[in-house]
């Protein structure tokens, strides 16, 4: 006849047998934290690089653009500069003519000019780009009724001539009755004609 085994014996048995089962699954528990703490910092990493790339991709995308519109501006005022003939070499025979017919159908009392040779306008009082600037001073010796006879005369010719017309010098003195006619006032200028070449 078997004698049965003492109860003592059986609880520590089934005891250690539940300890050995908890501790396993506290570290399994443990293995699967640290596995899902270790995923969620690599998705972490994972969004954060996304971001990054995204607004890396934004920001050349933006400046794709703005170069697209630098691109289409630039287009824009070189058809702009060729239409007024900007370009094209100095005409002084027309630009002659010009003046002559300004005088006339401005009705000015006298219009006295010396044109110099064109050269090379100093670099540093343009942003070149991609053209040479070349300049024509003009000395003018006007007399006047009033001063809207210089303004009139400037203004046709910044409509007529295929140049850039800017006013370097212009100096008006009172004249003394009849020390000219009619003439009440006489300007003494220097007017820039500027014409604009391709750089070769």
């Given at each position: ?6 109860a ?42 996304a ?8 920001a ?9 519109r ?13 239409q ?8 002084r ?6 003046l ?13 000019y ?11 009082q343009?942003?070149?780009?991609g ?6 001073t ?6 006047m ?28 003195d ?21 014409k604009?070449?391709e750089?070769?």
């Amino acid at each position: 006849m078997n004698t049965p085994a003492p109860a003592t014996t059986i609880n520590i048995r089934a005891l250690g047998l539940s300890l050995g089962l908890l501790v396993g699954a506290i570290l399994i528990t443990a293995a699967a934290i640290g596995w899902t703490f270790q995923q969620a910092q690599q998705t972490a990493q994972q969004h954060k690089l996304a971001l990054t790339r995204q607004s890396e991709t934004k920001a050349r995308l933006a400046r794709v653009n703005e170069d697209e519109r630098d691109i289409r501006e630039k287009i824009v005022r070189y058809q702009e500069i060729v239409q007024r003939g900007l370009t094209q070499p100095e005409q002084r025979l027309q630009w002659v003519e010009t003046l002559k017919a300004i005088k006339e159908s401005r009705r000015l009392l006298g219009l006295n000019y010396e044109i110099a040779p064109q050269r090379p306008l100093d670099p540093k009082q343009v942003t070149s780009g991609g053209y040479d600037f070349l300049v024509s001073t003009m000395k003018l010796d006007l007399p006047m009724l009033h001063e809207e006879d210089l303004l009139g005369l400037l203004s046709d010719l910044s409509s007529q001539i295929h140049a850039l017309i800017g006013v370097r010098r212009c100096q008006i003195d009172r004249l003394a009755p009849g020390t000219q006619g009619s003439a009440n006032l006489k300007a003494v200028c220097d007017i820039d004609w500027i014409k604009l070449q391709e750089k070769r």
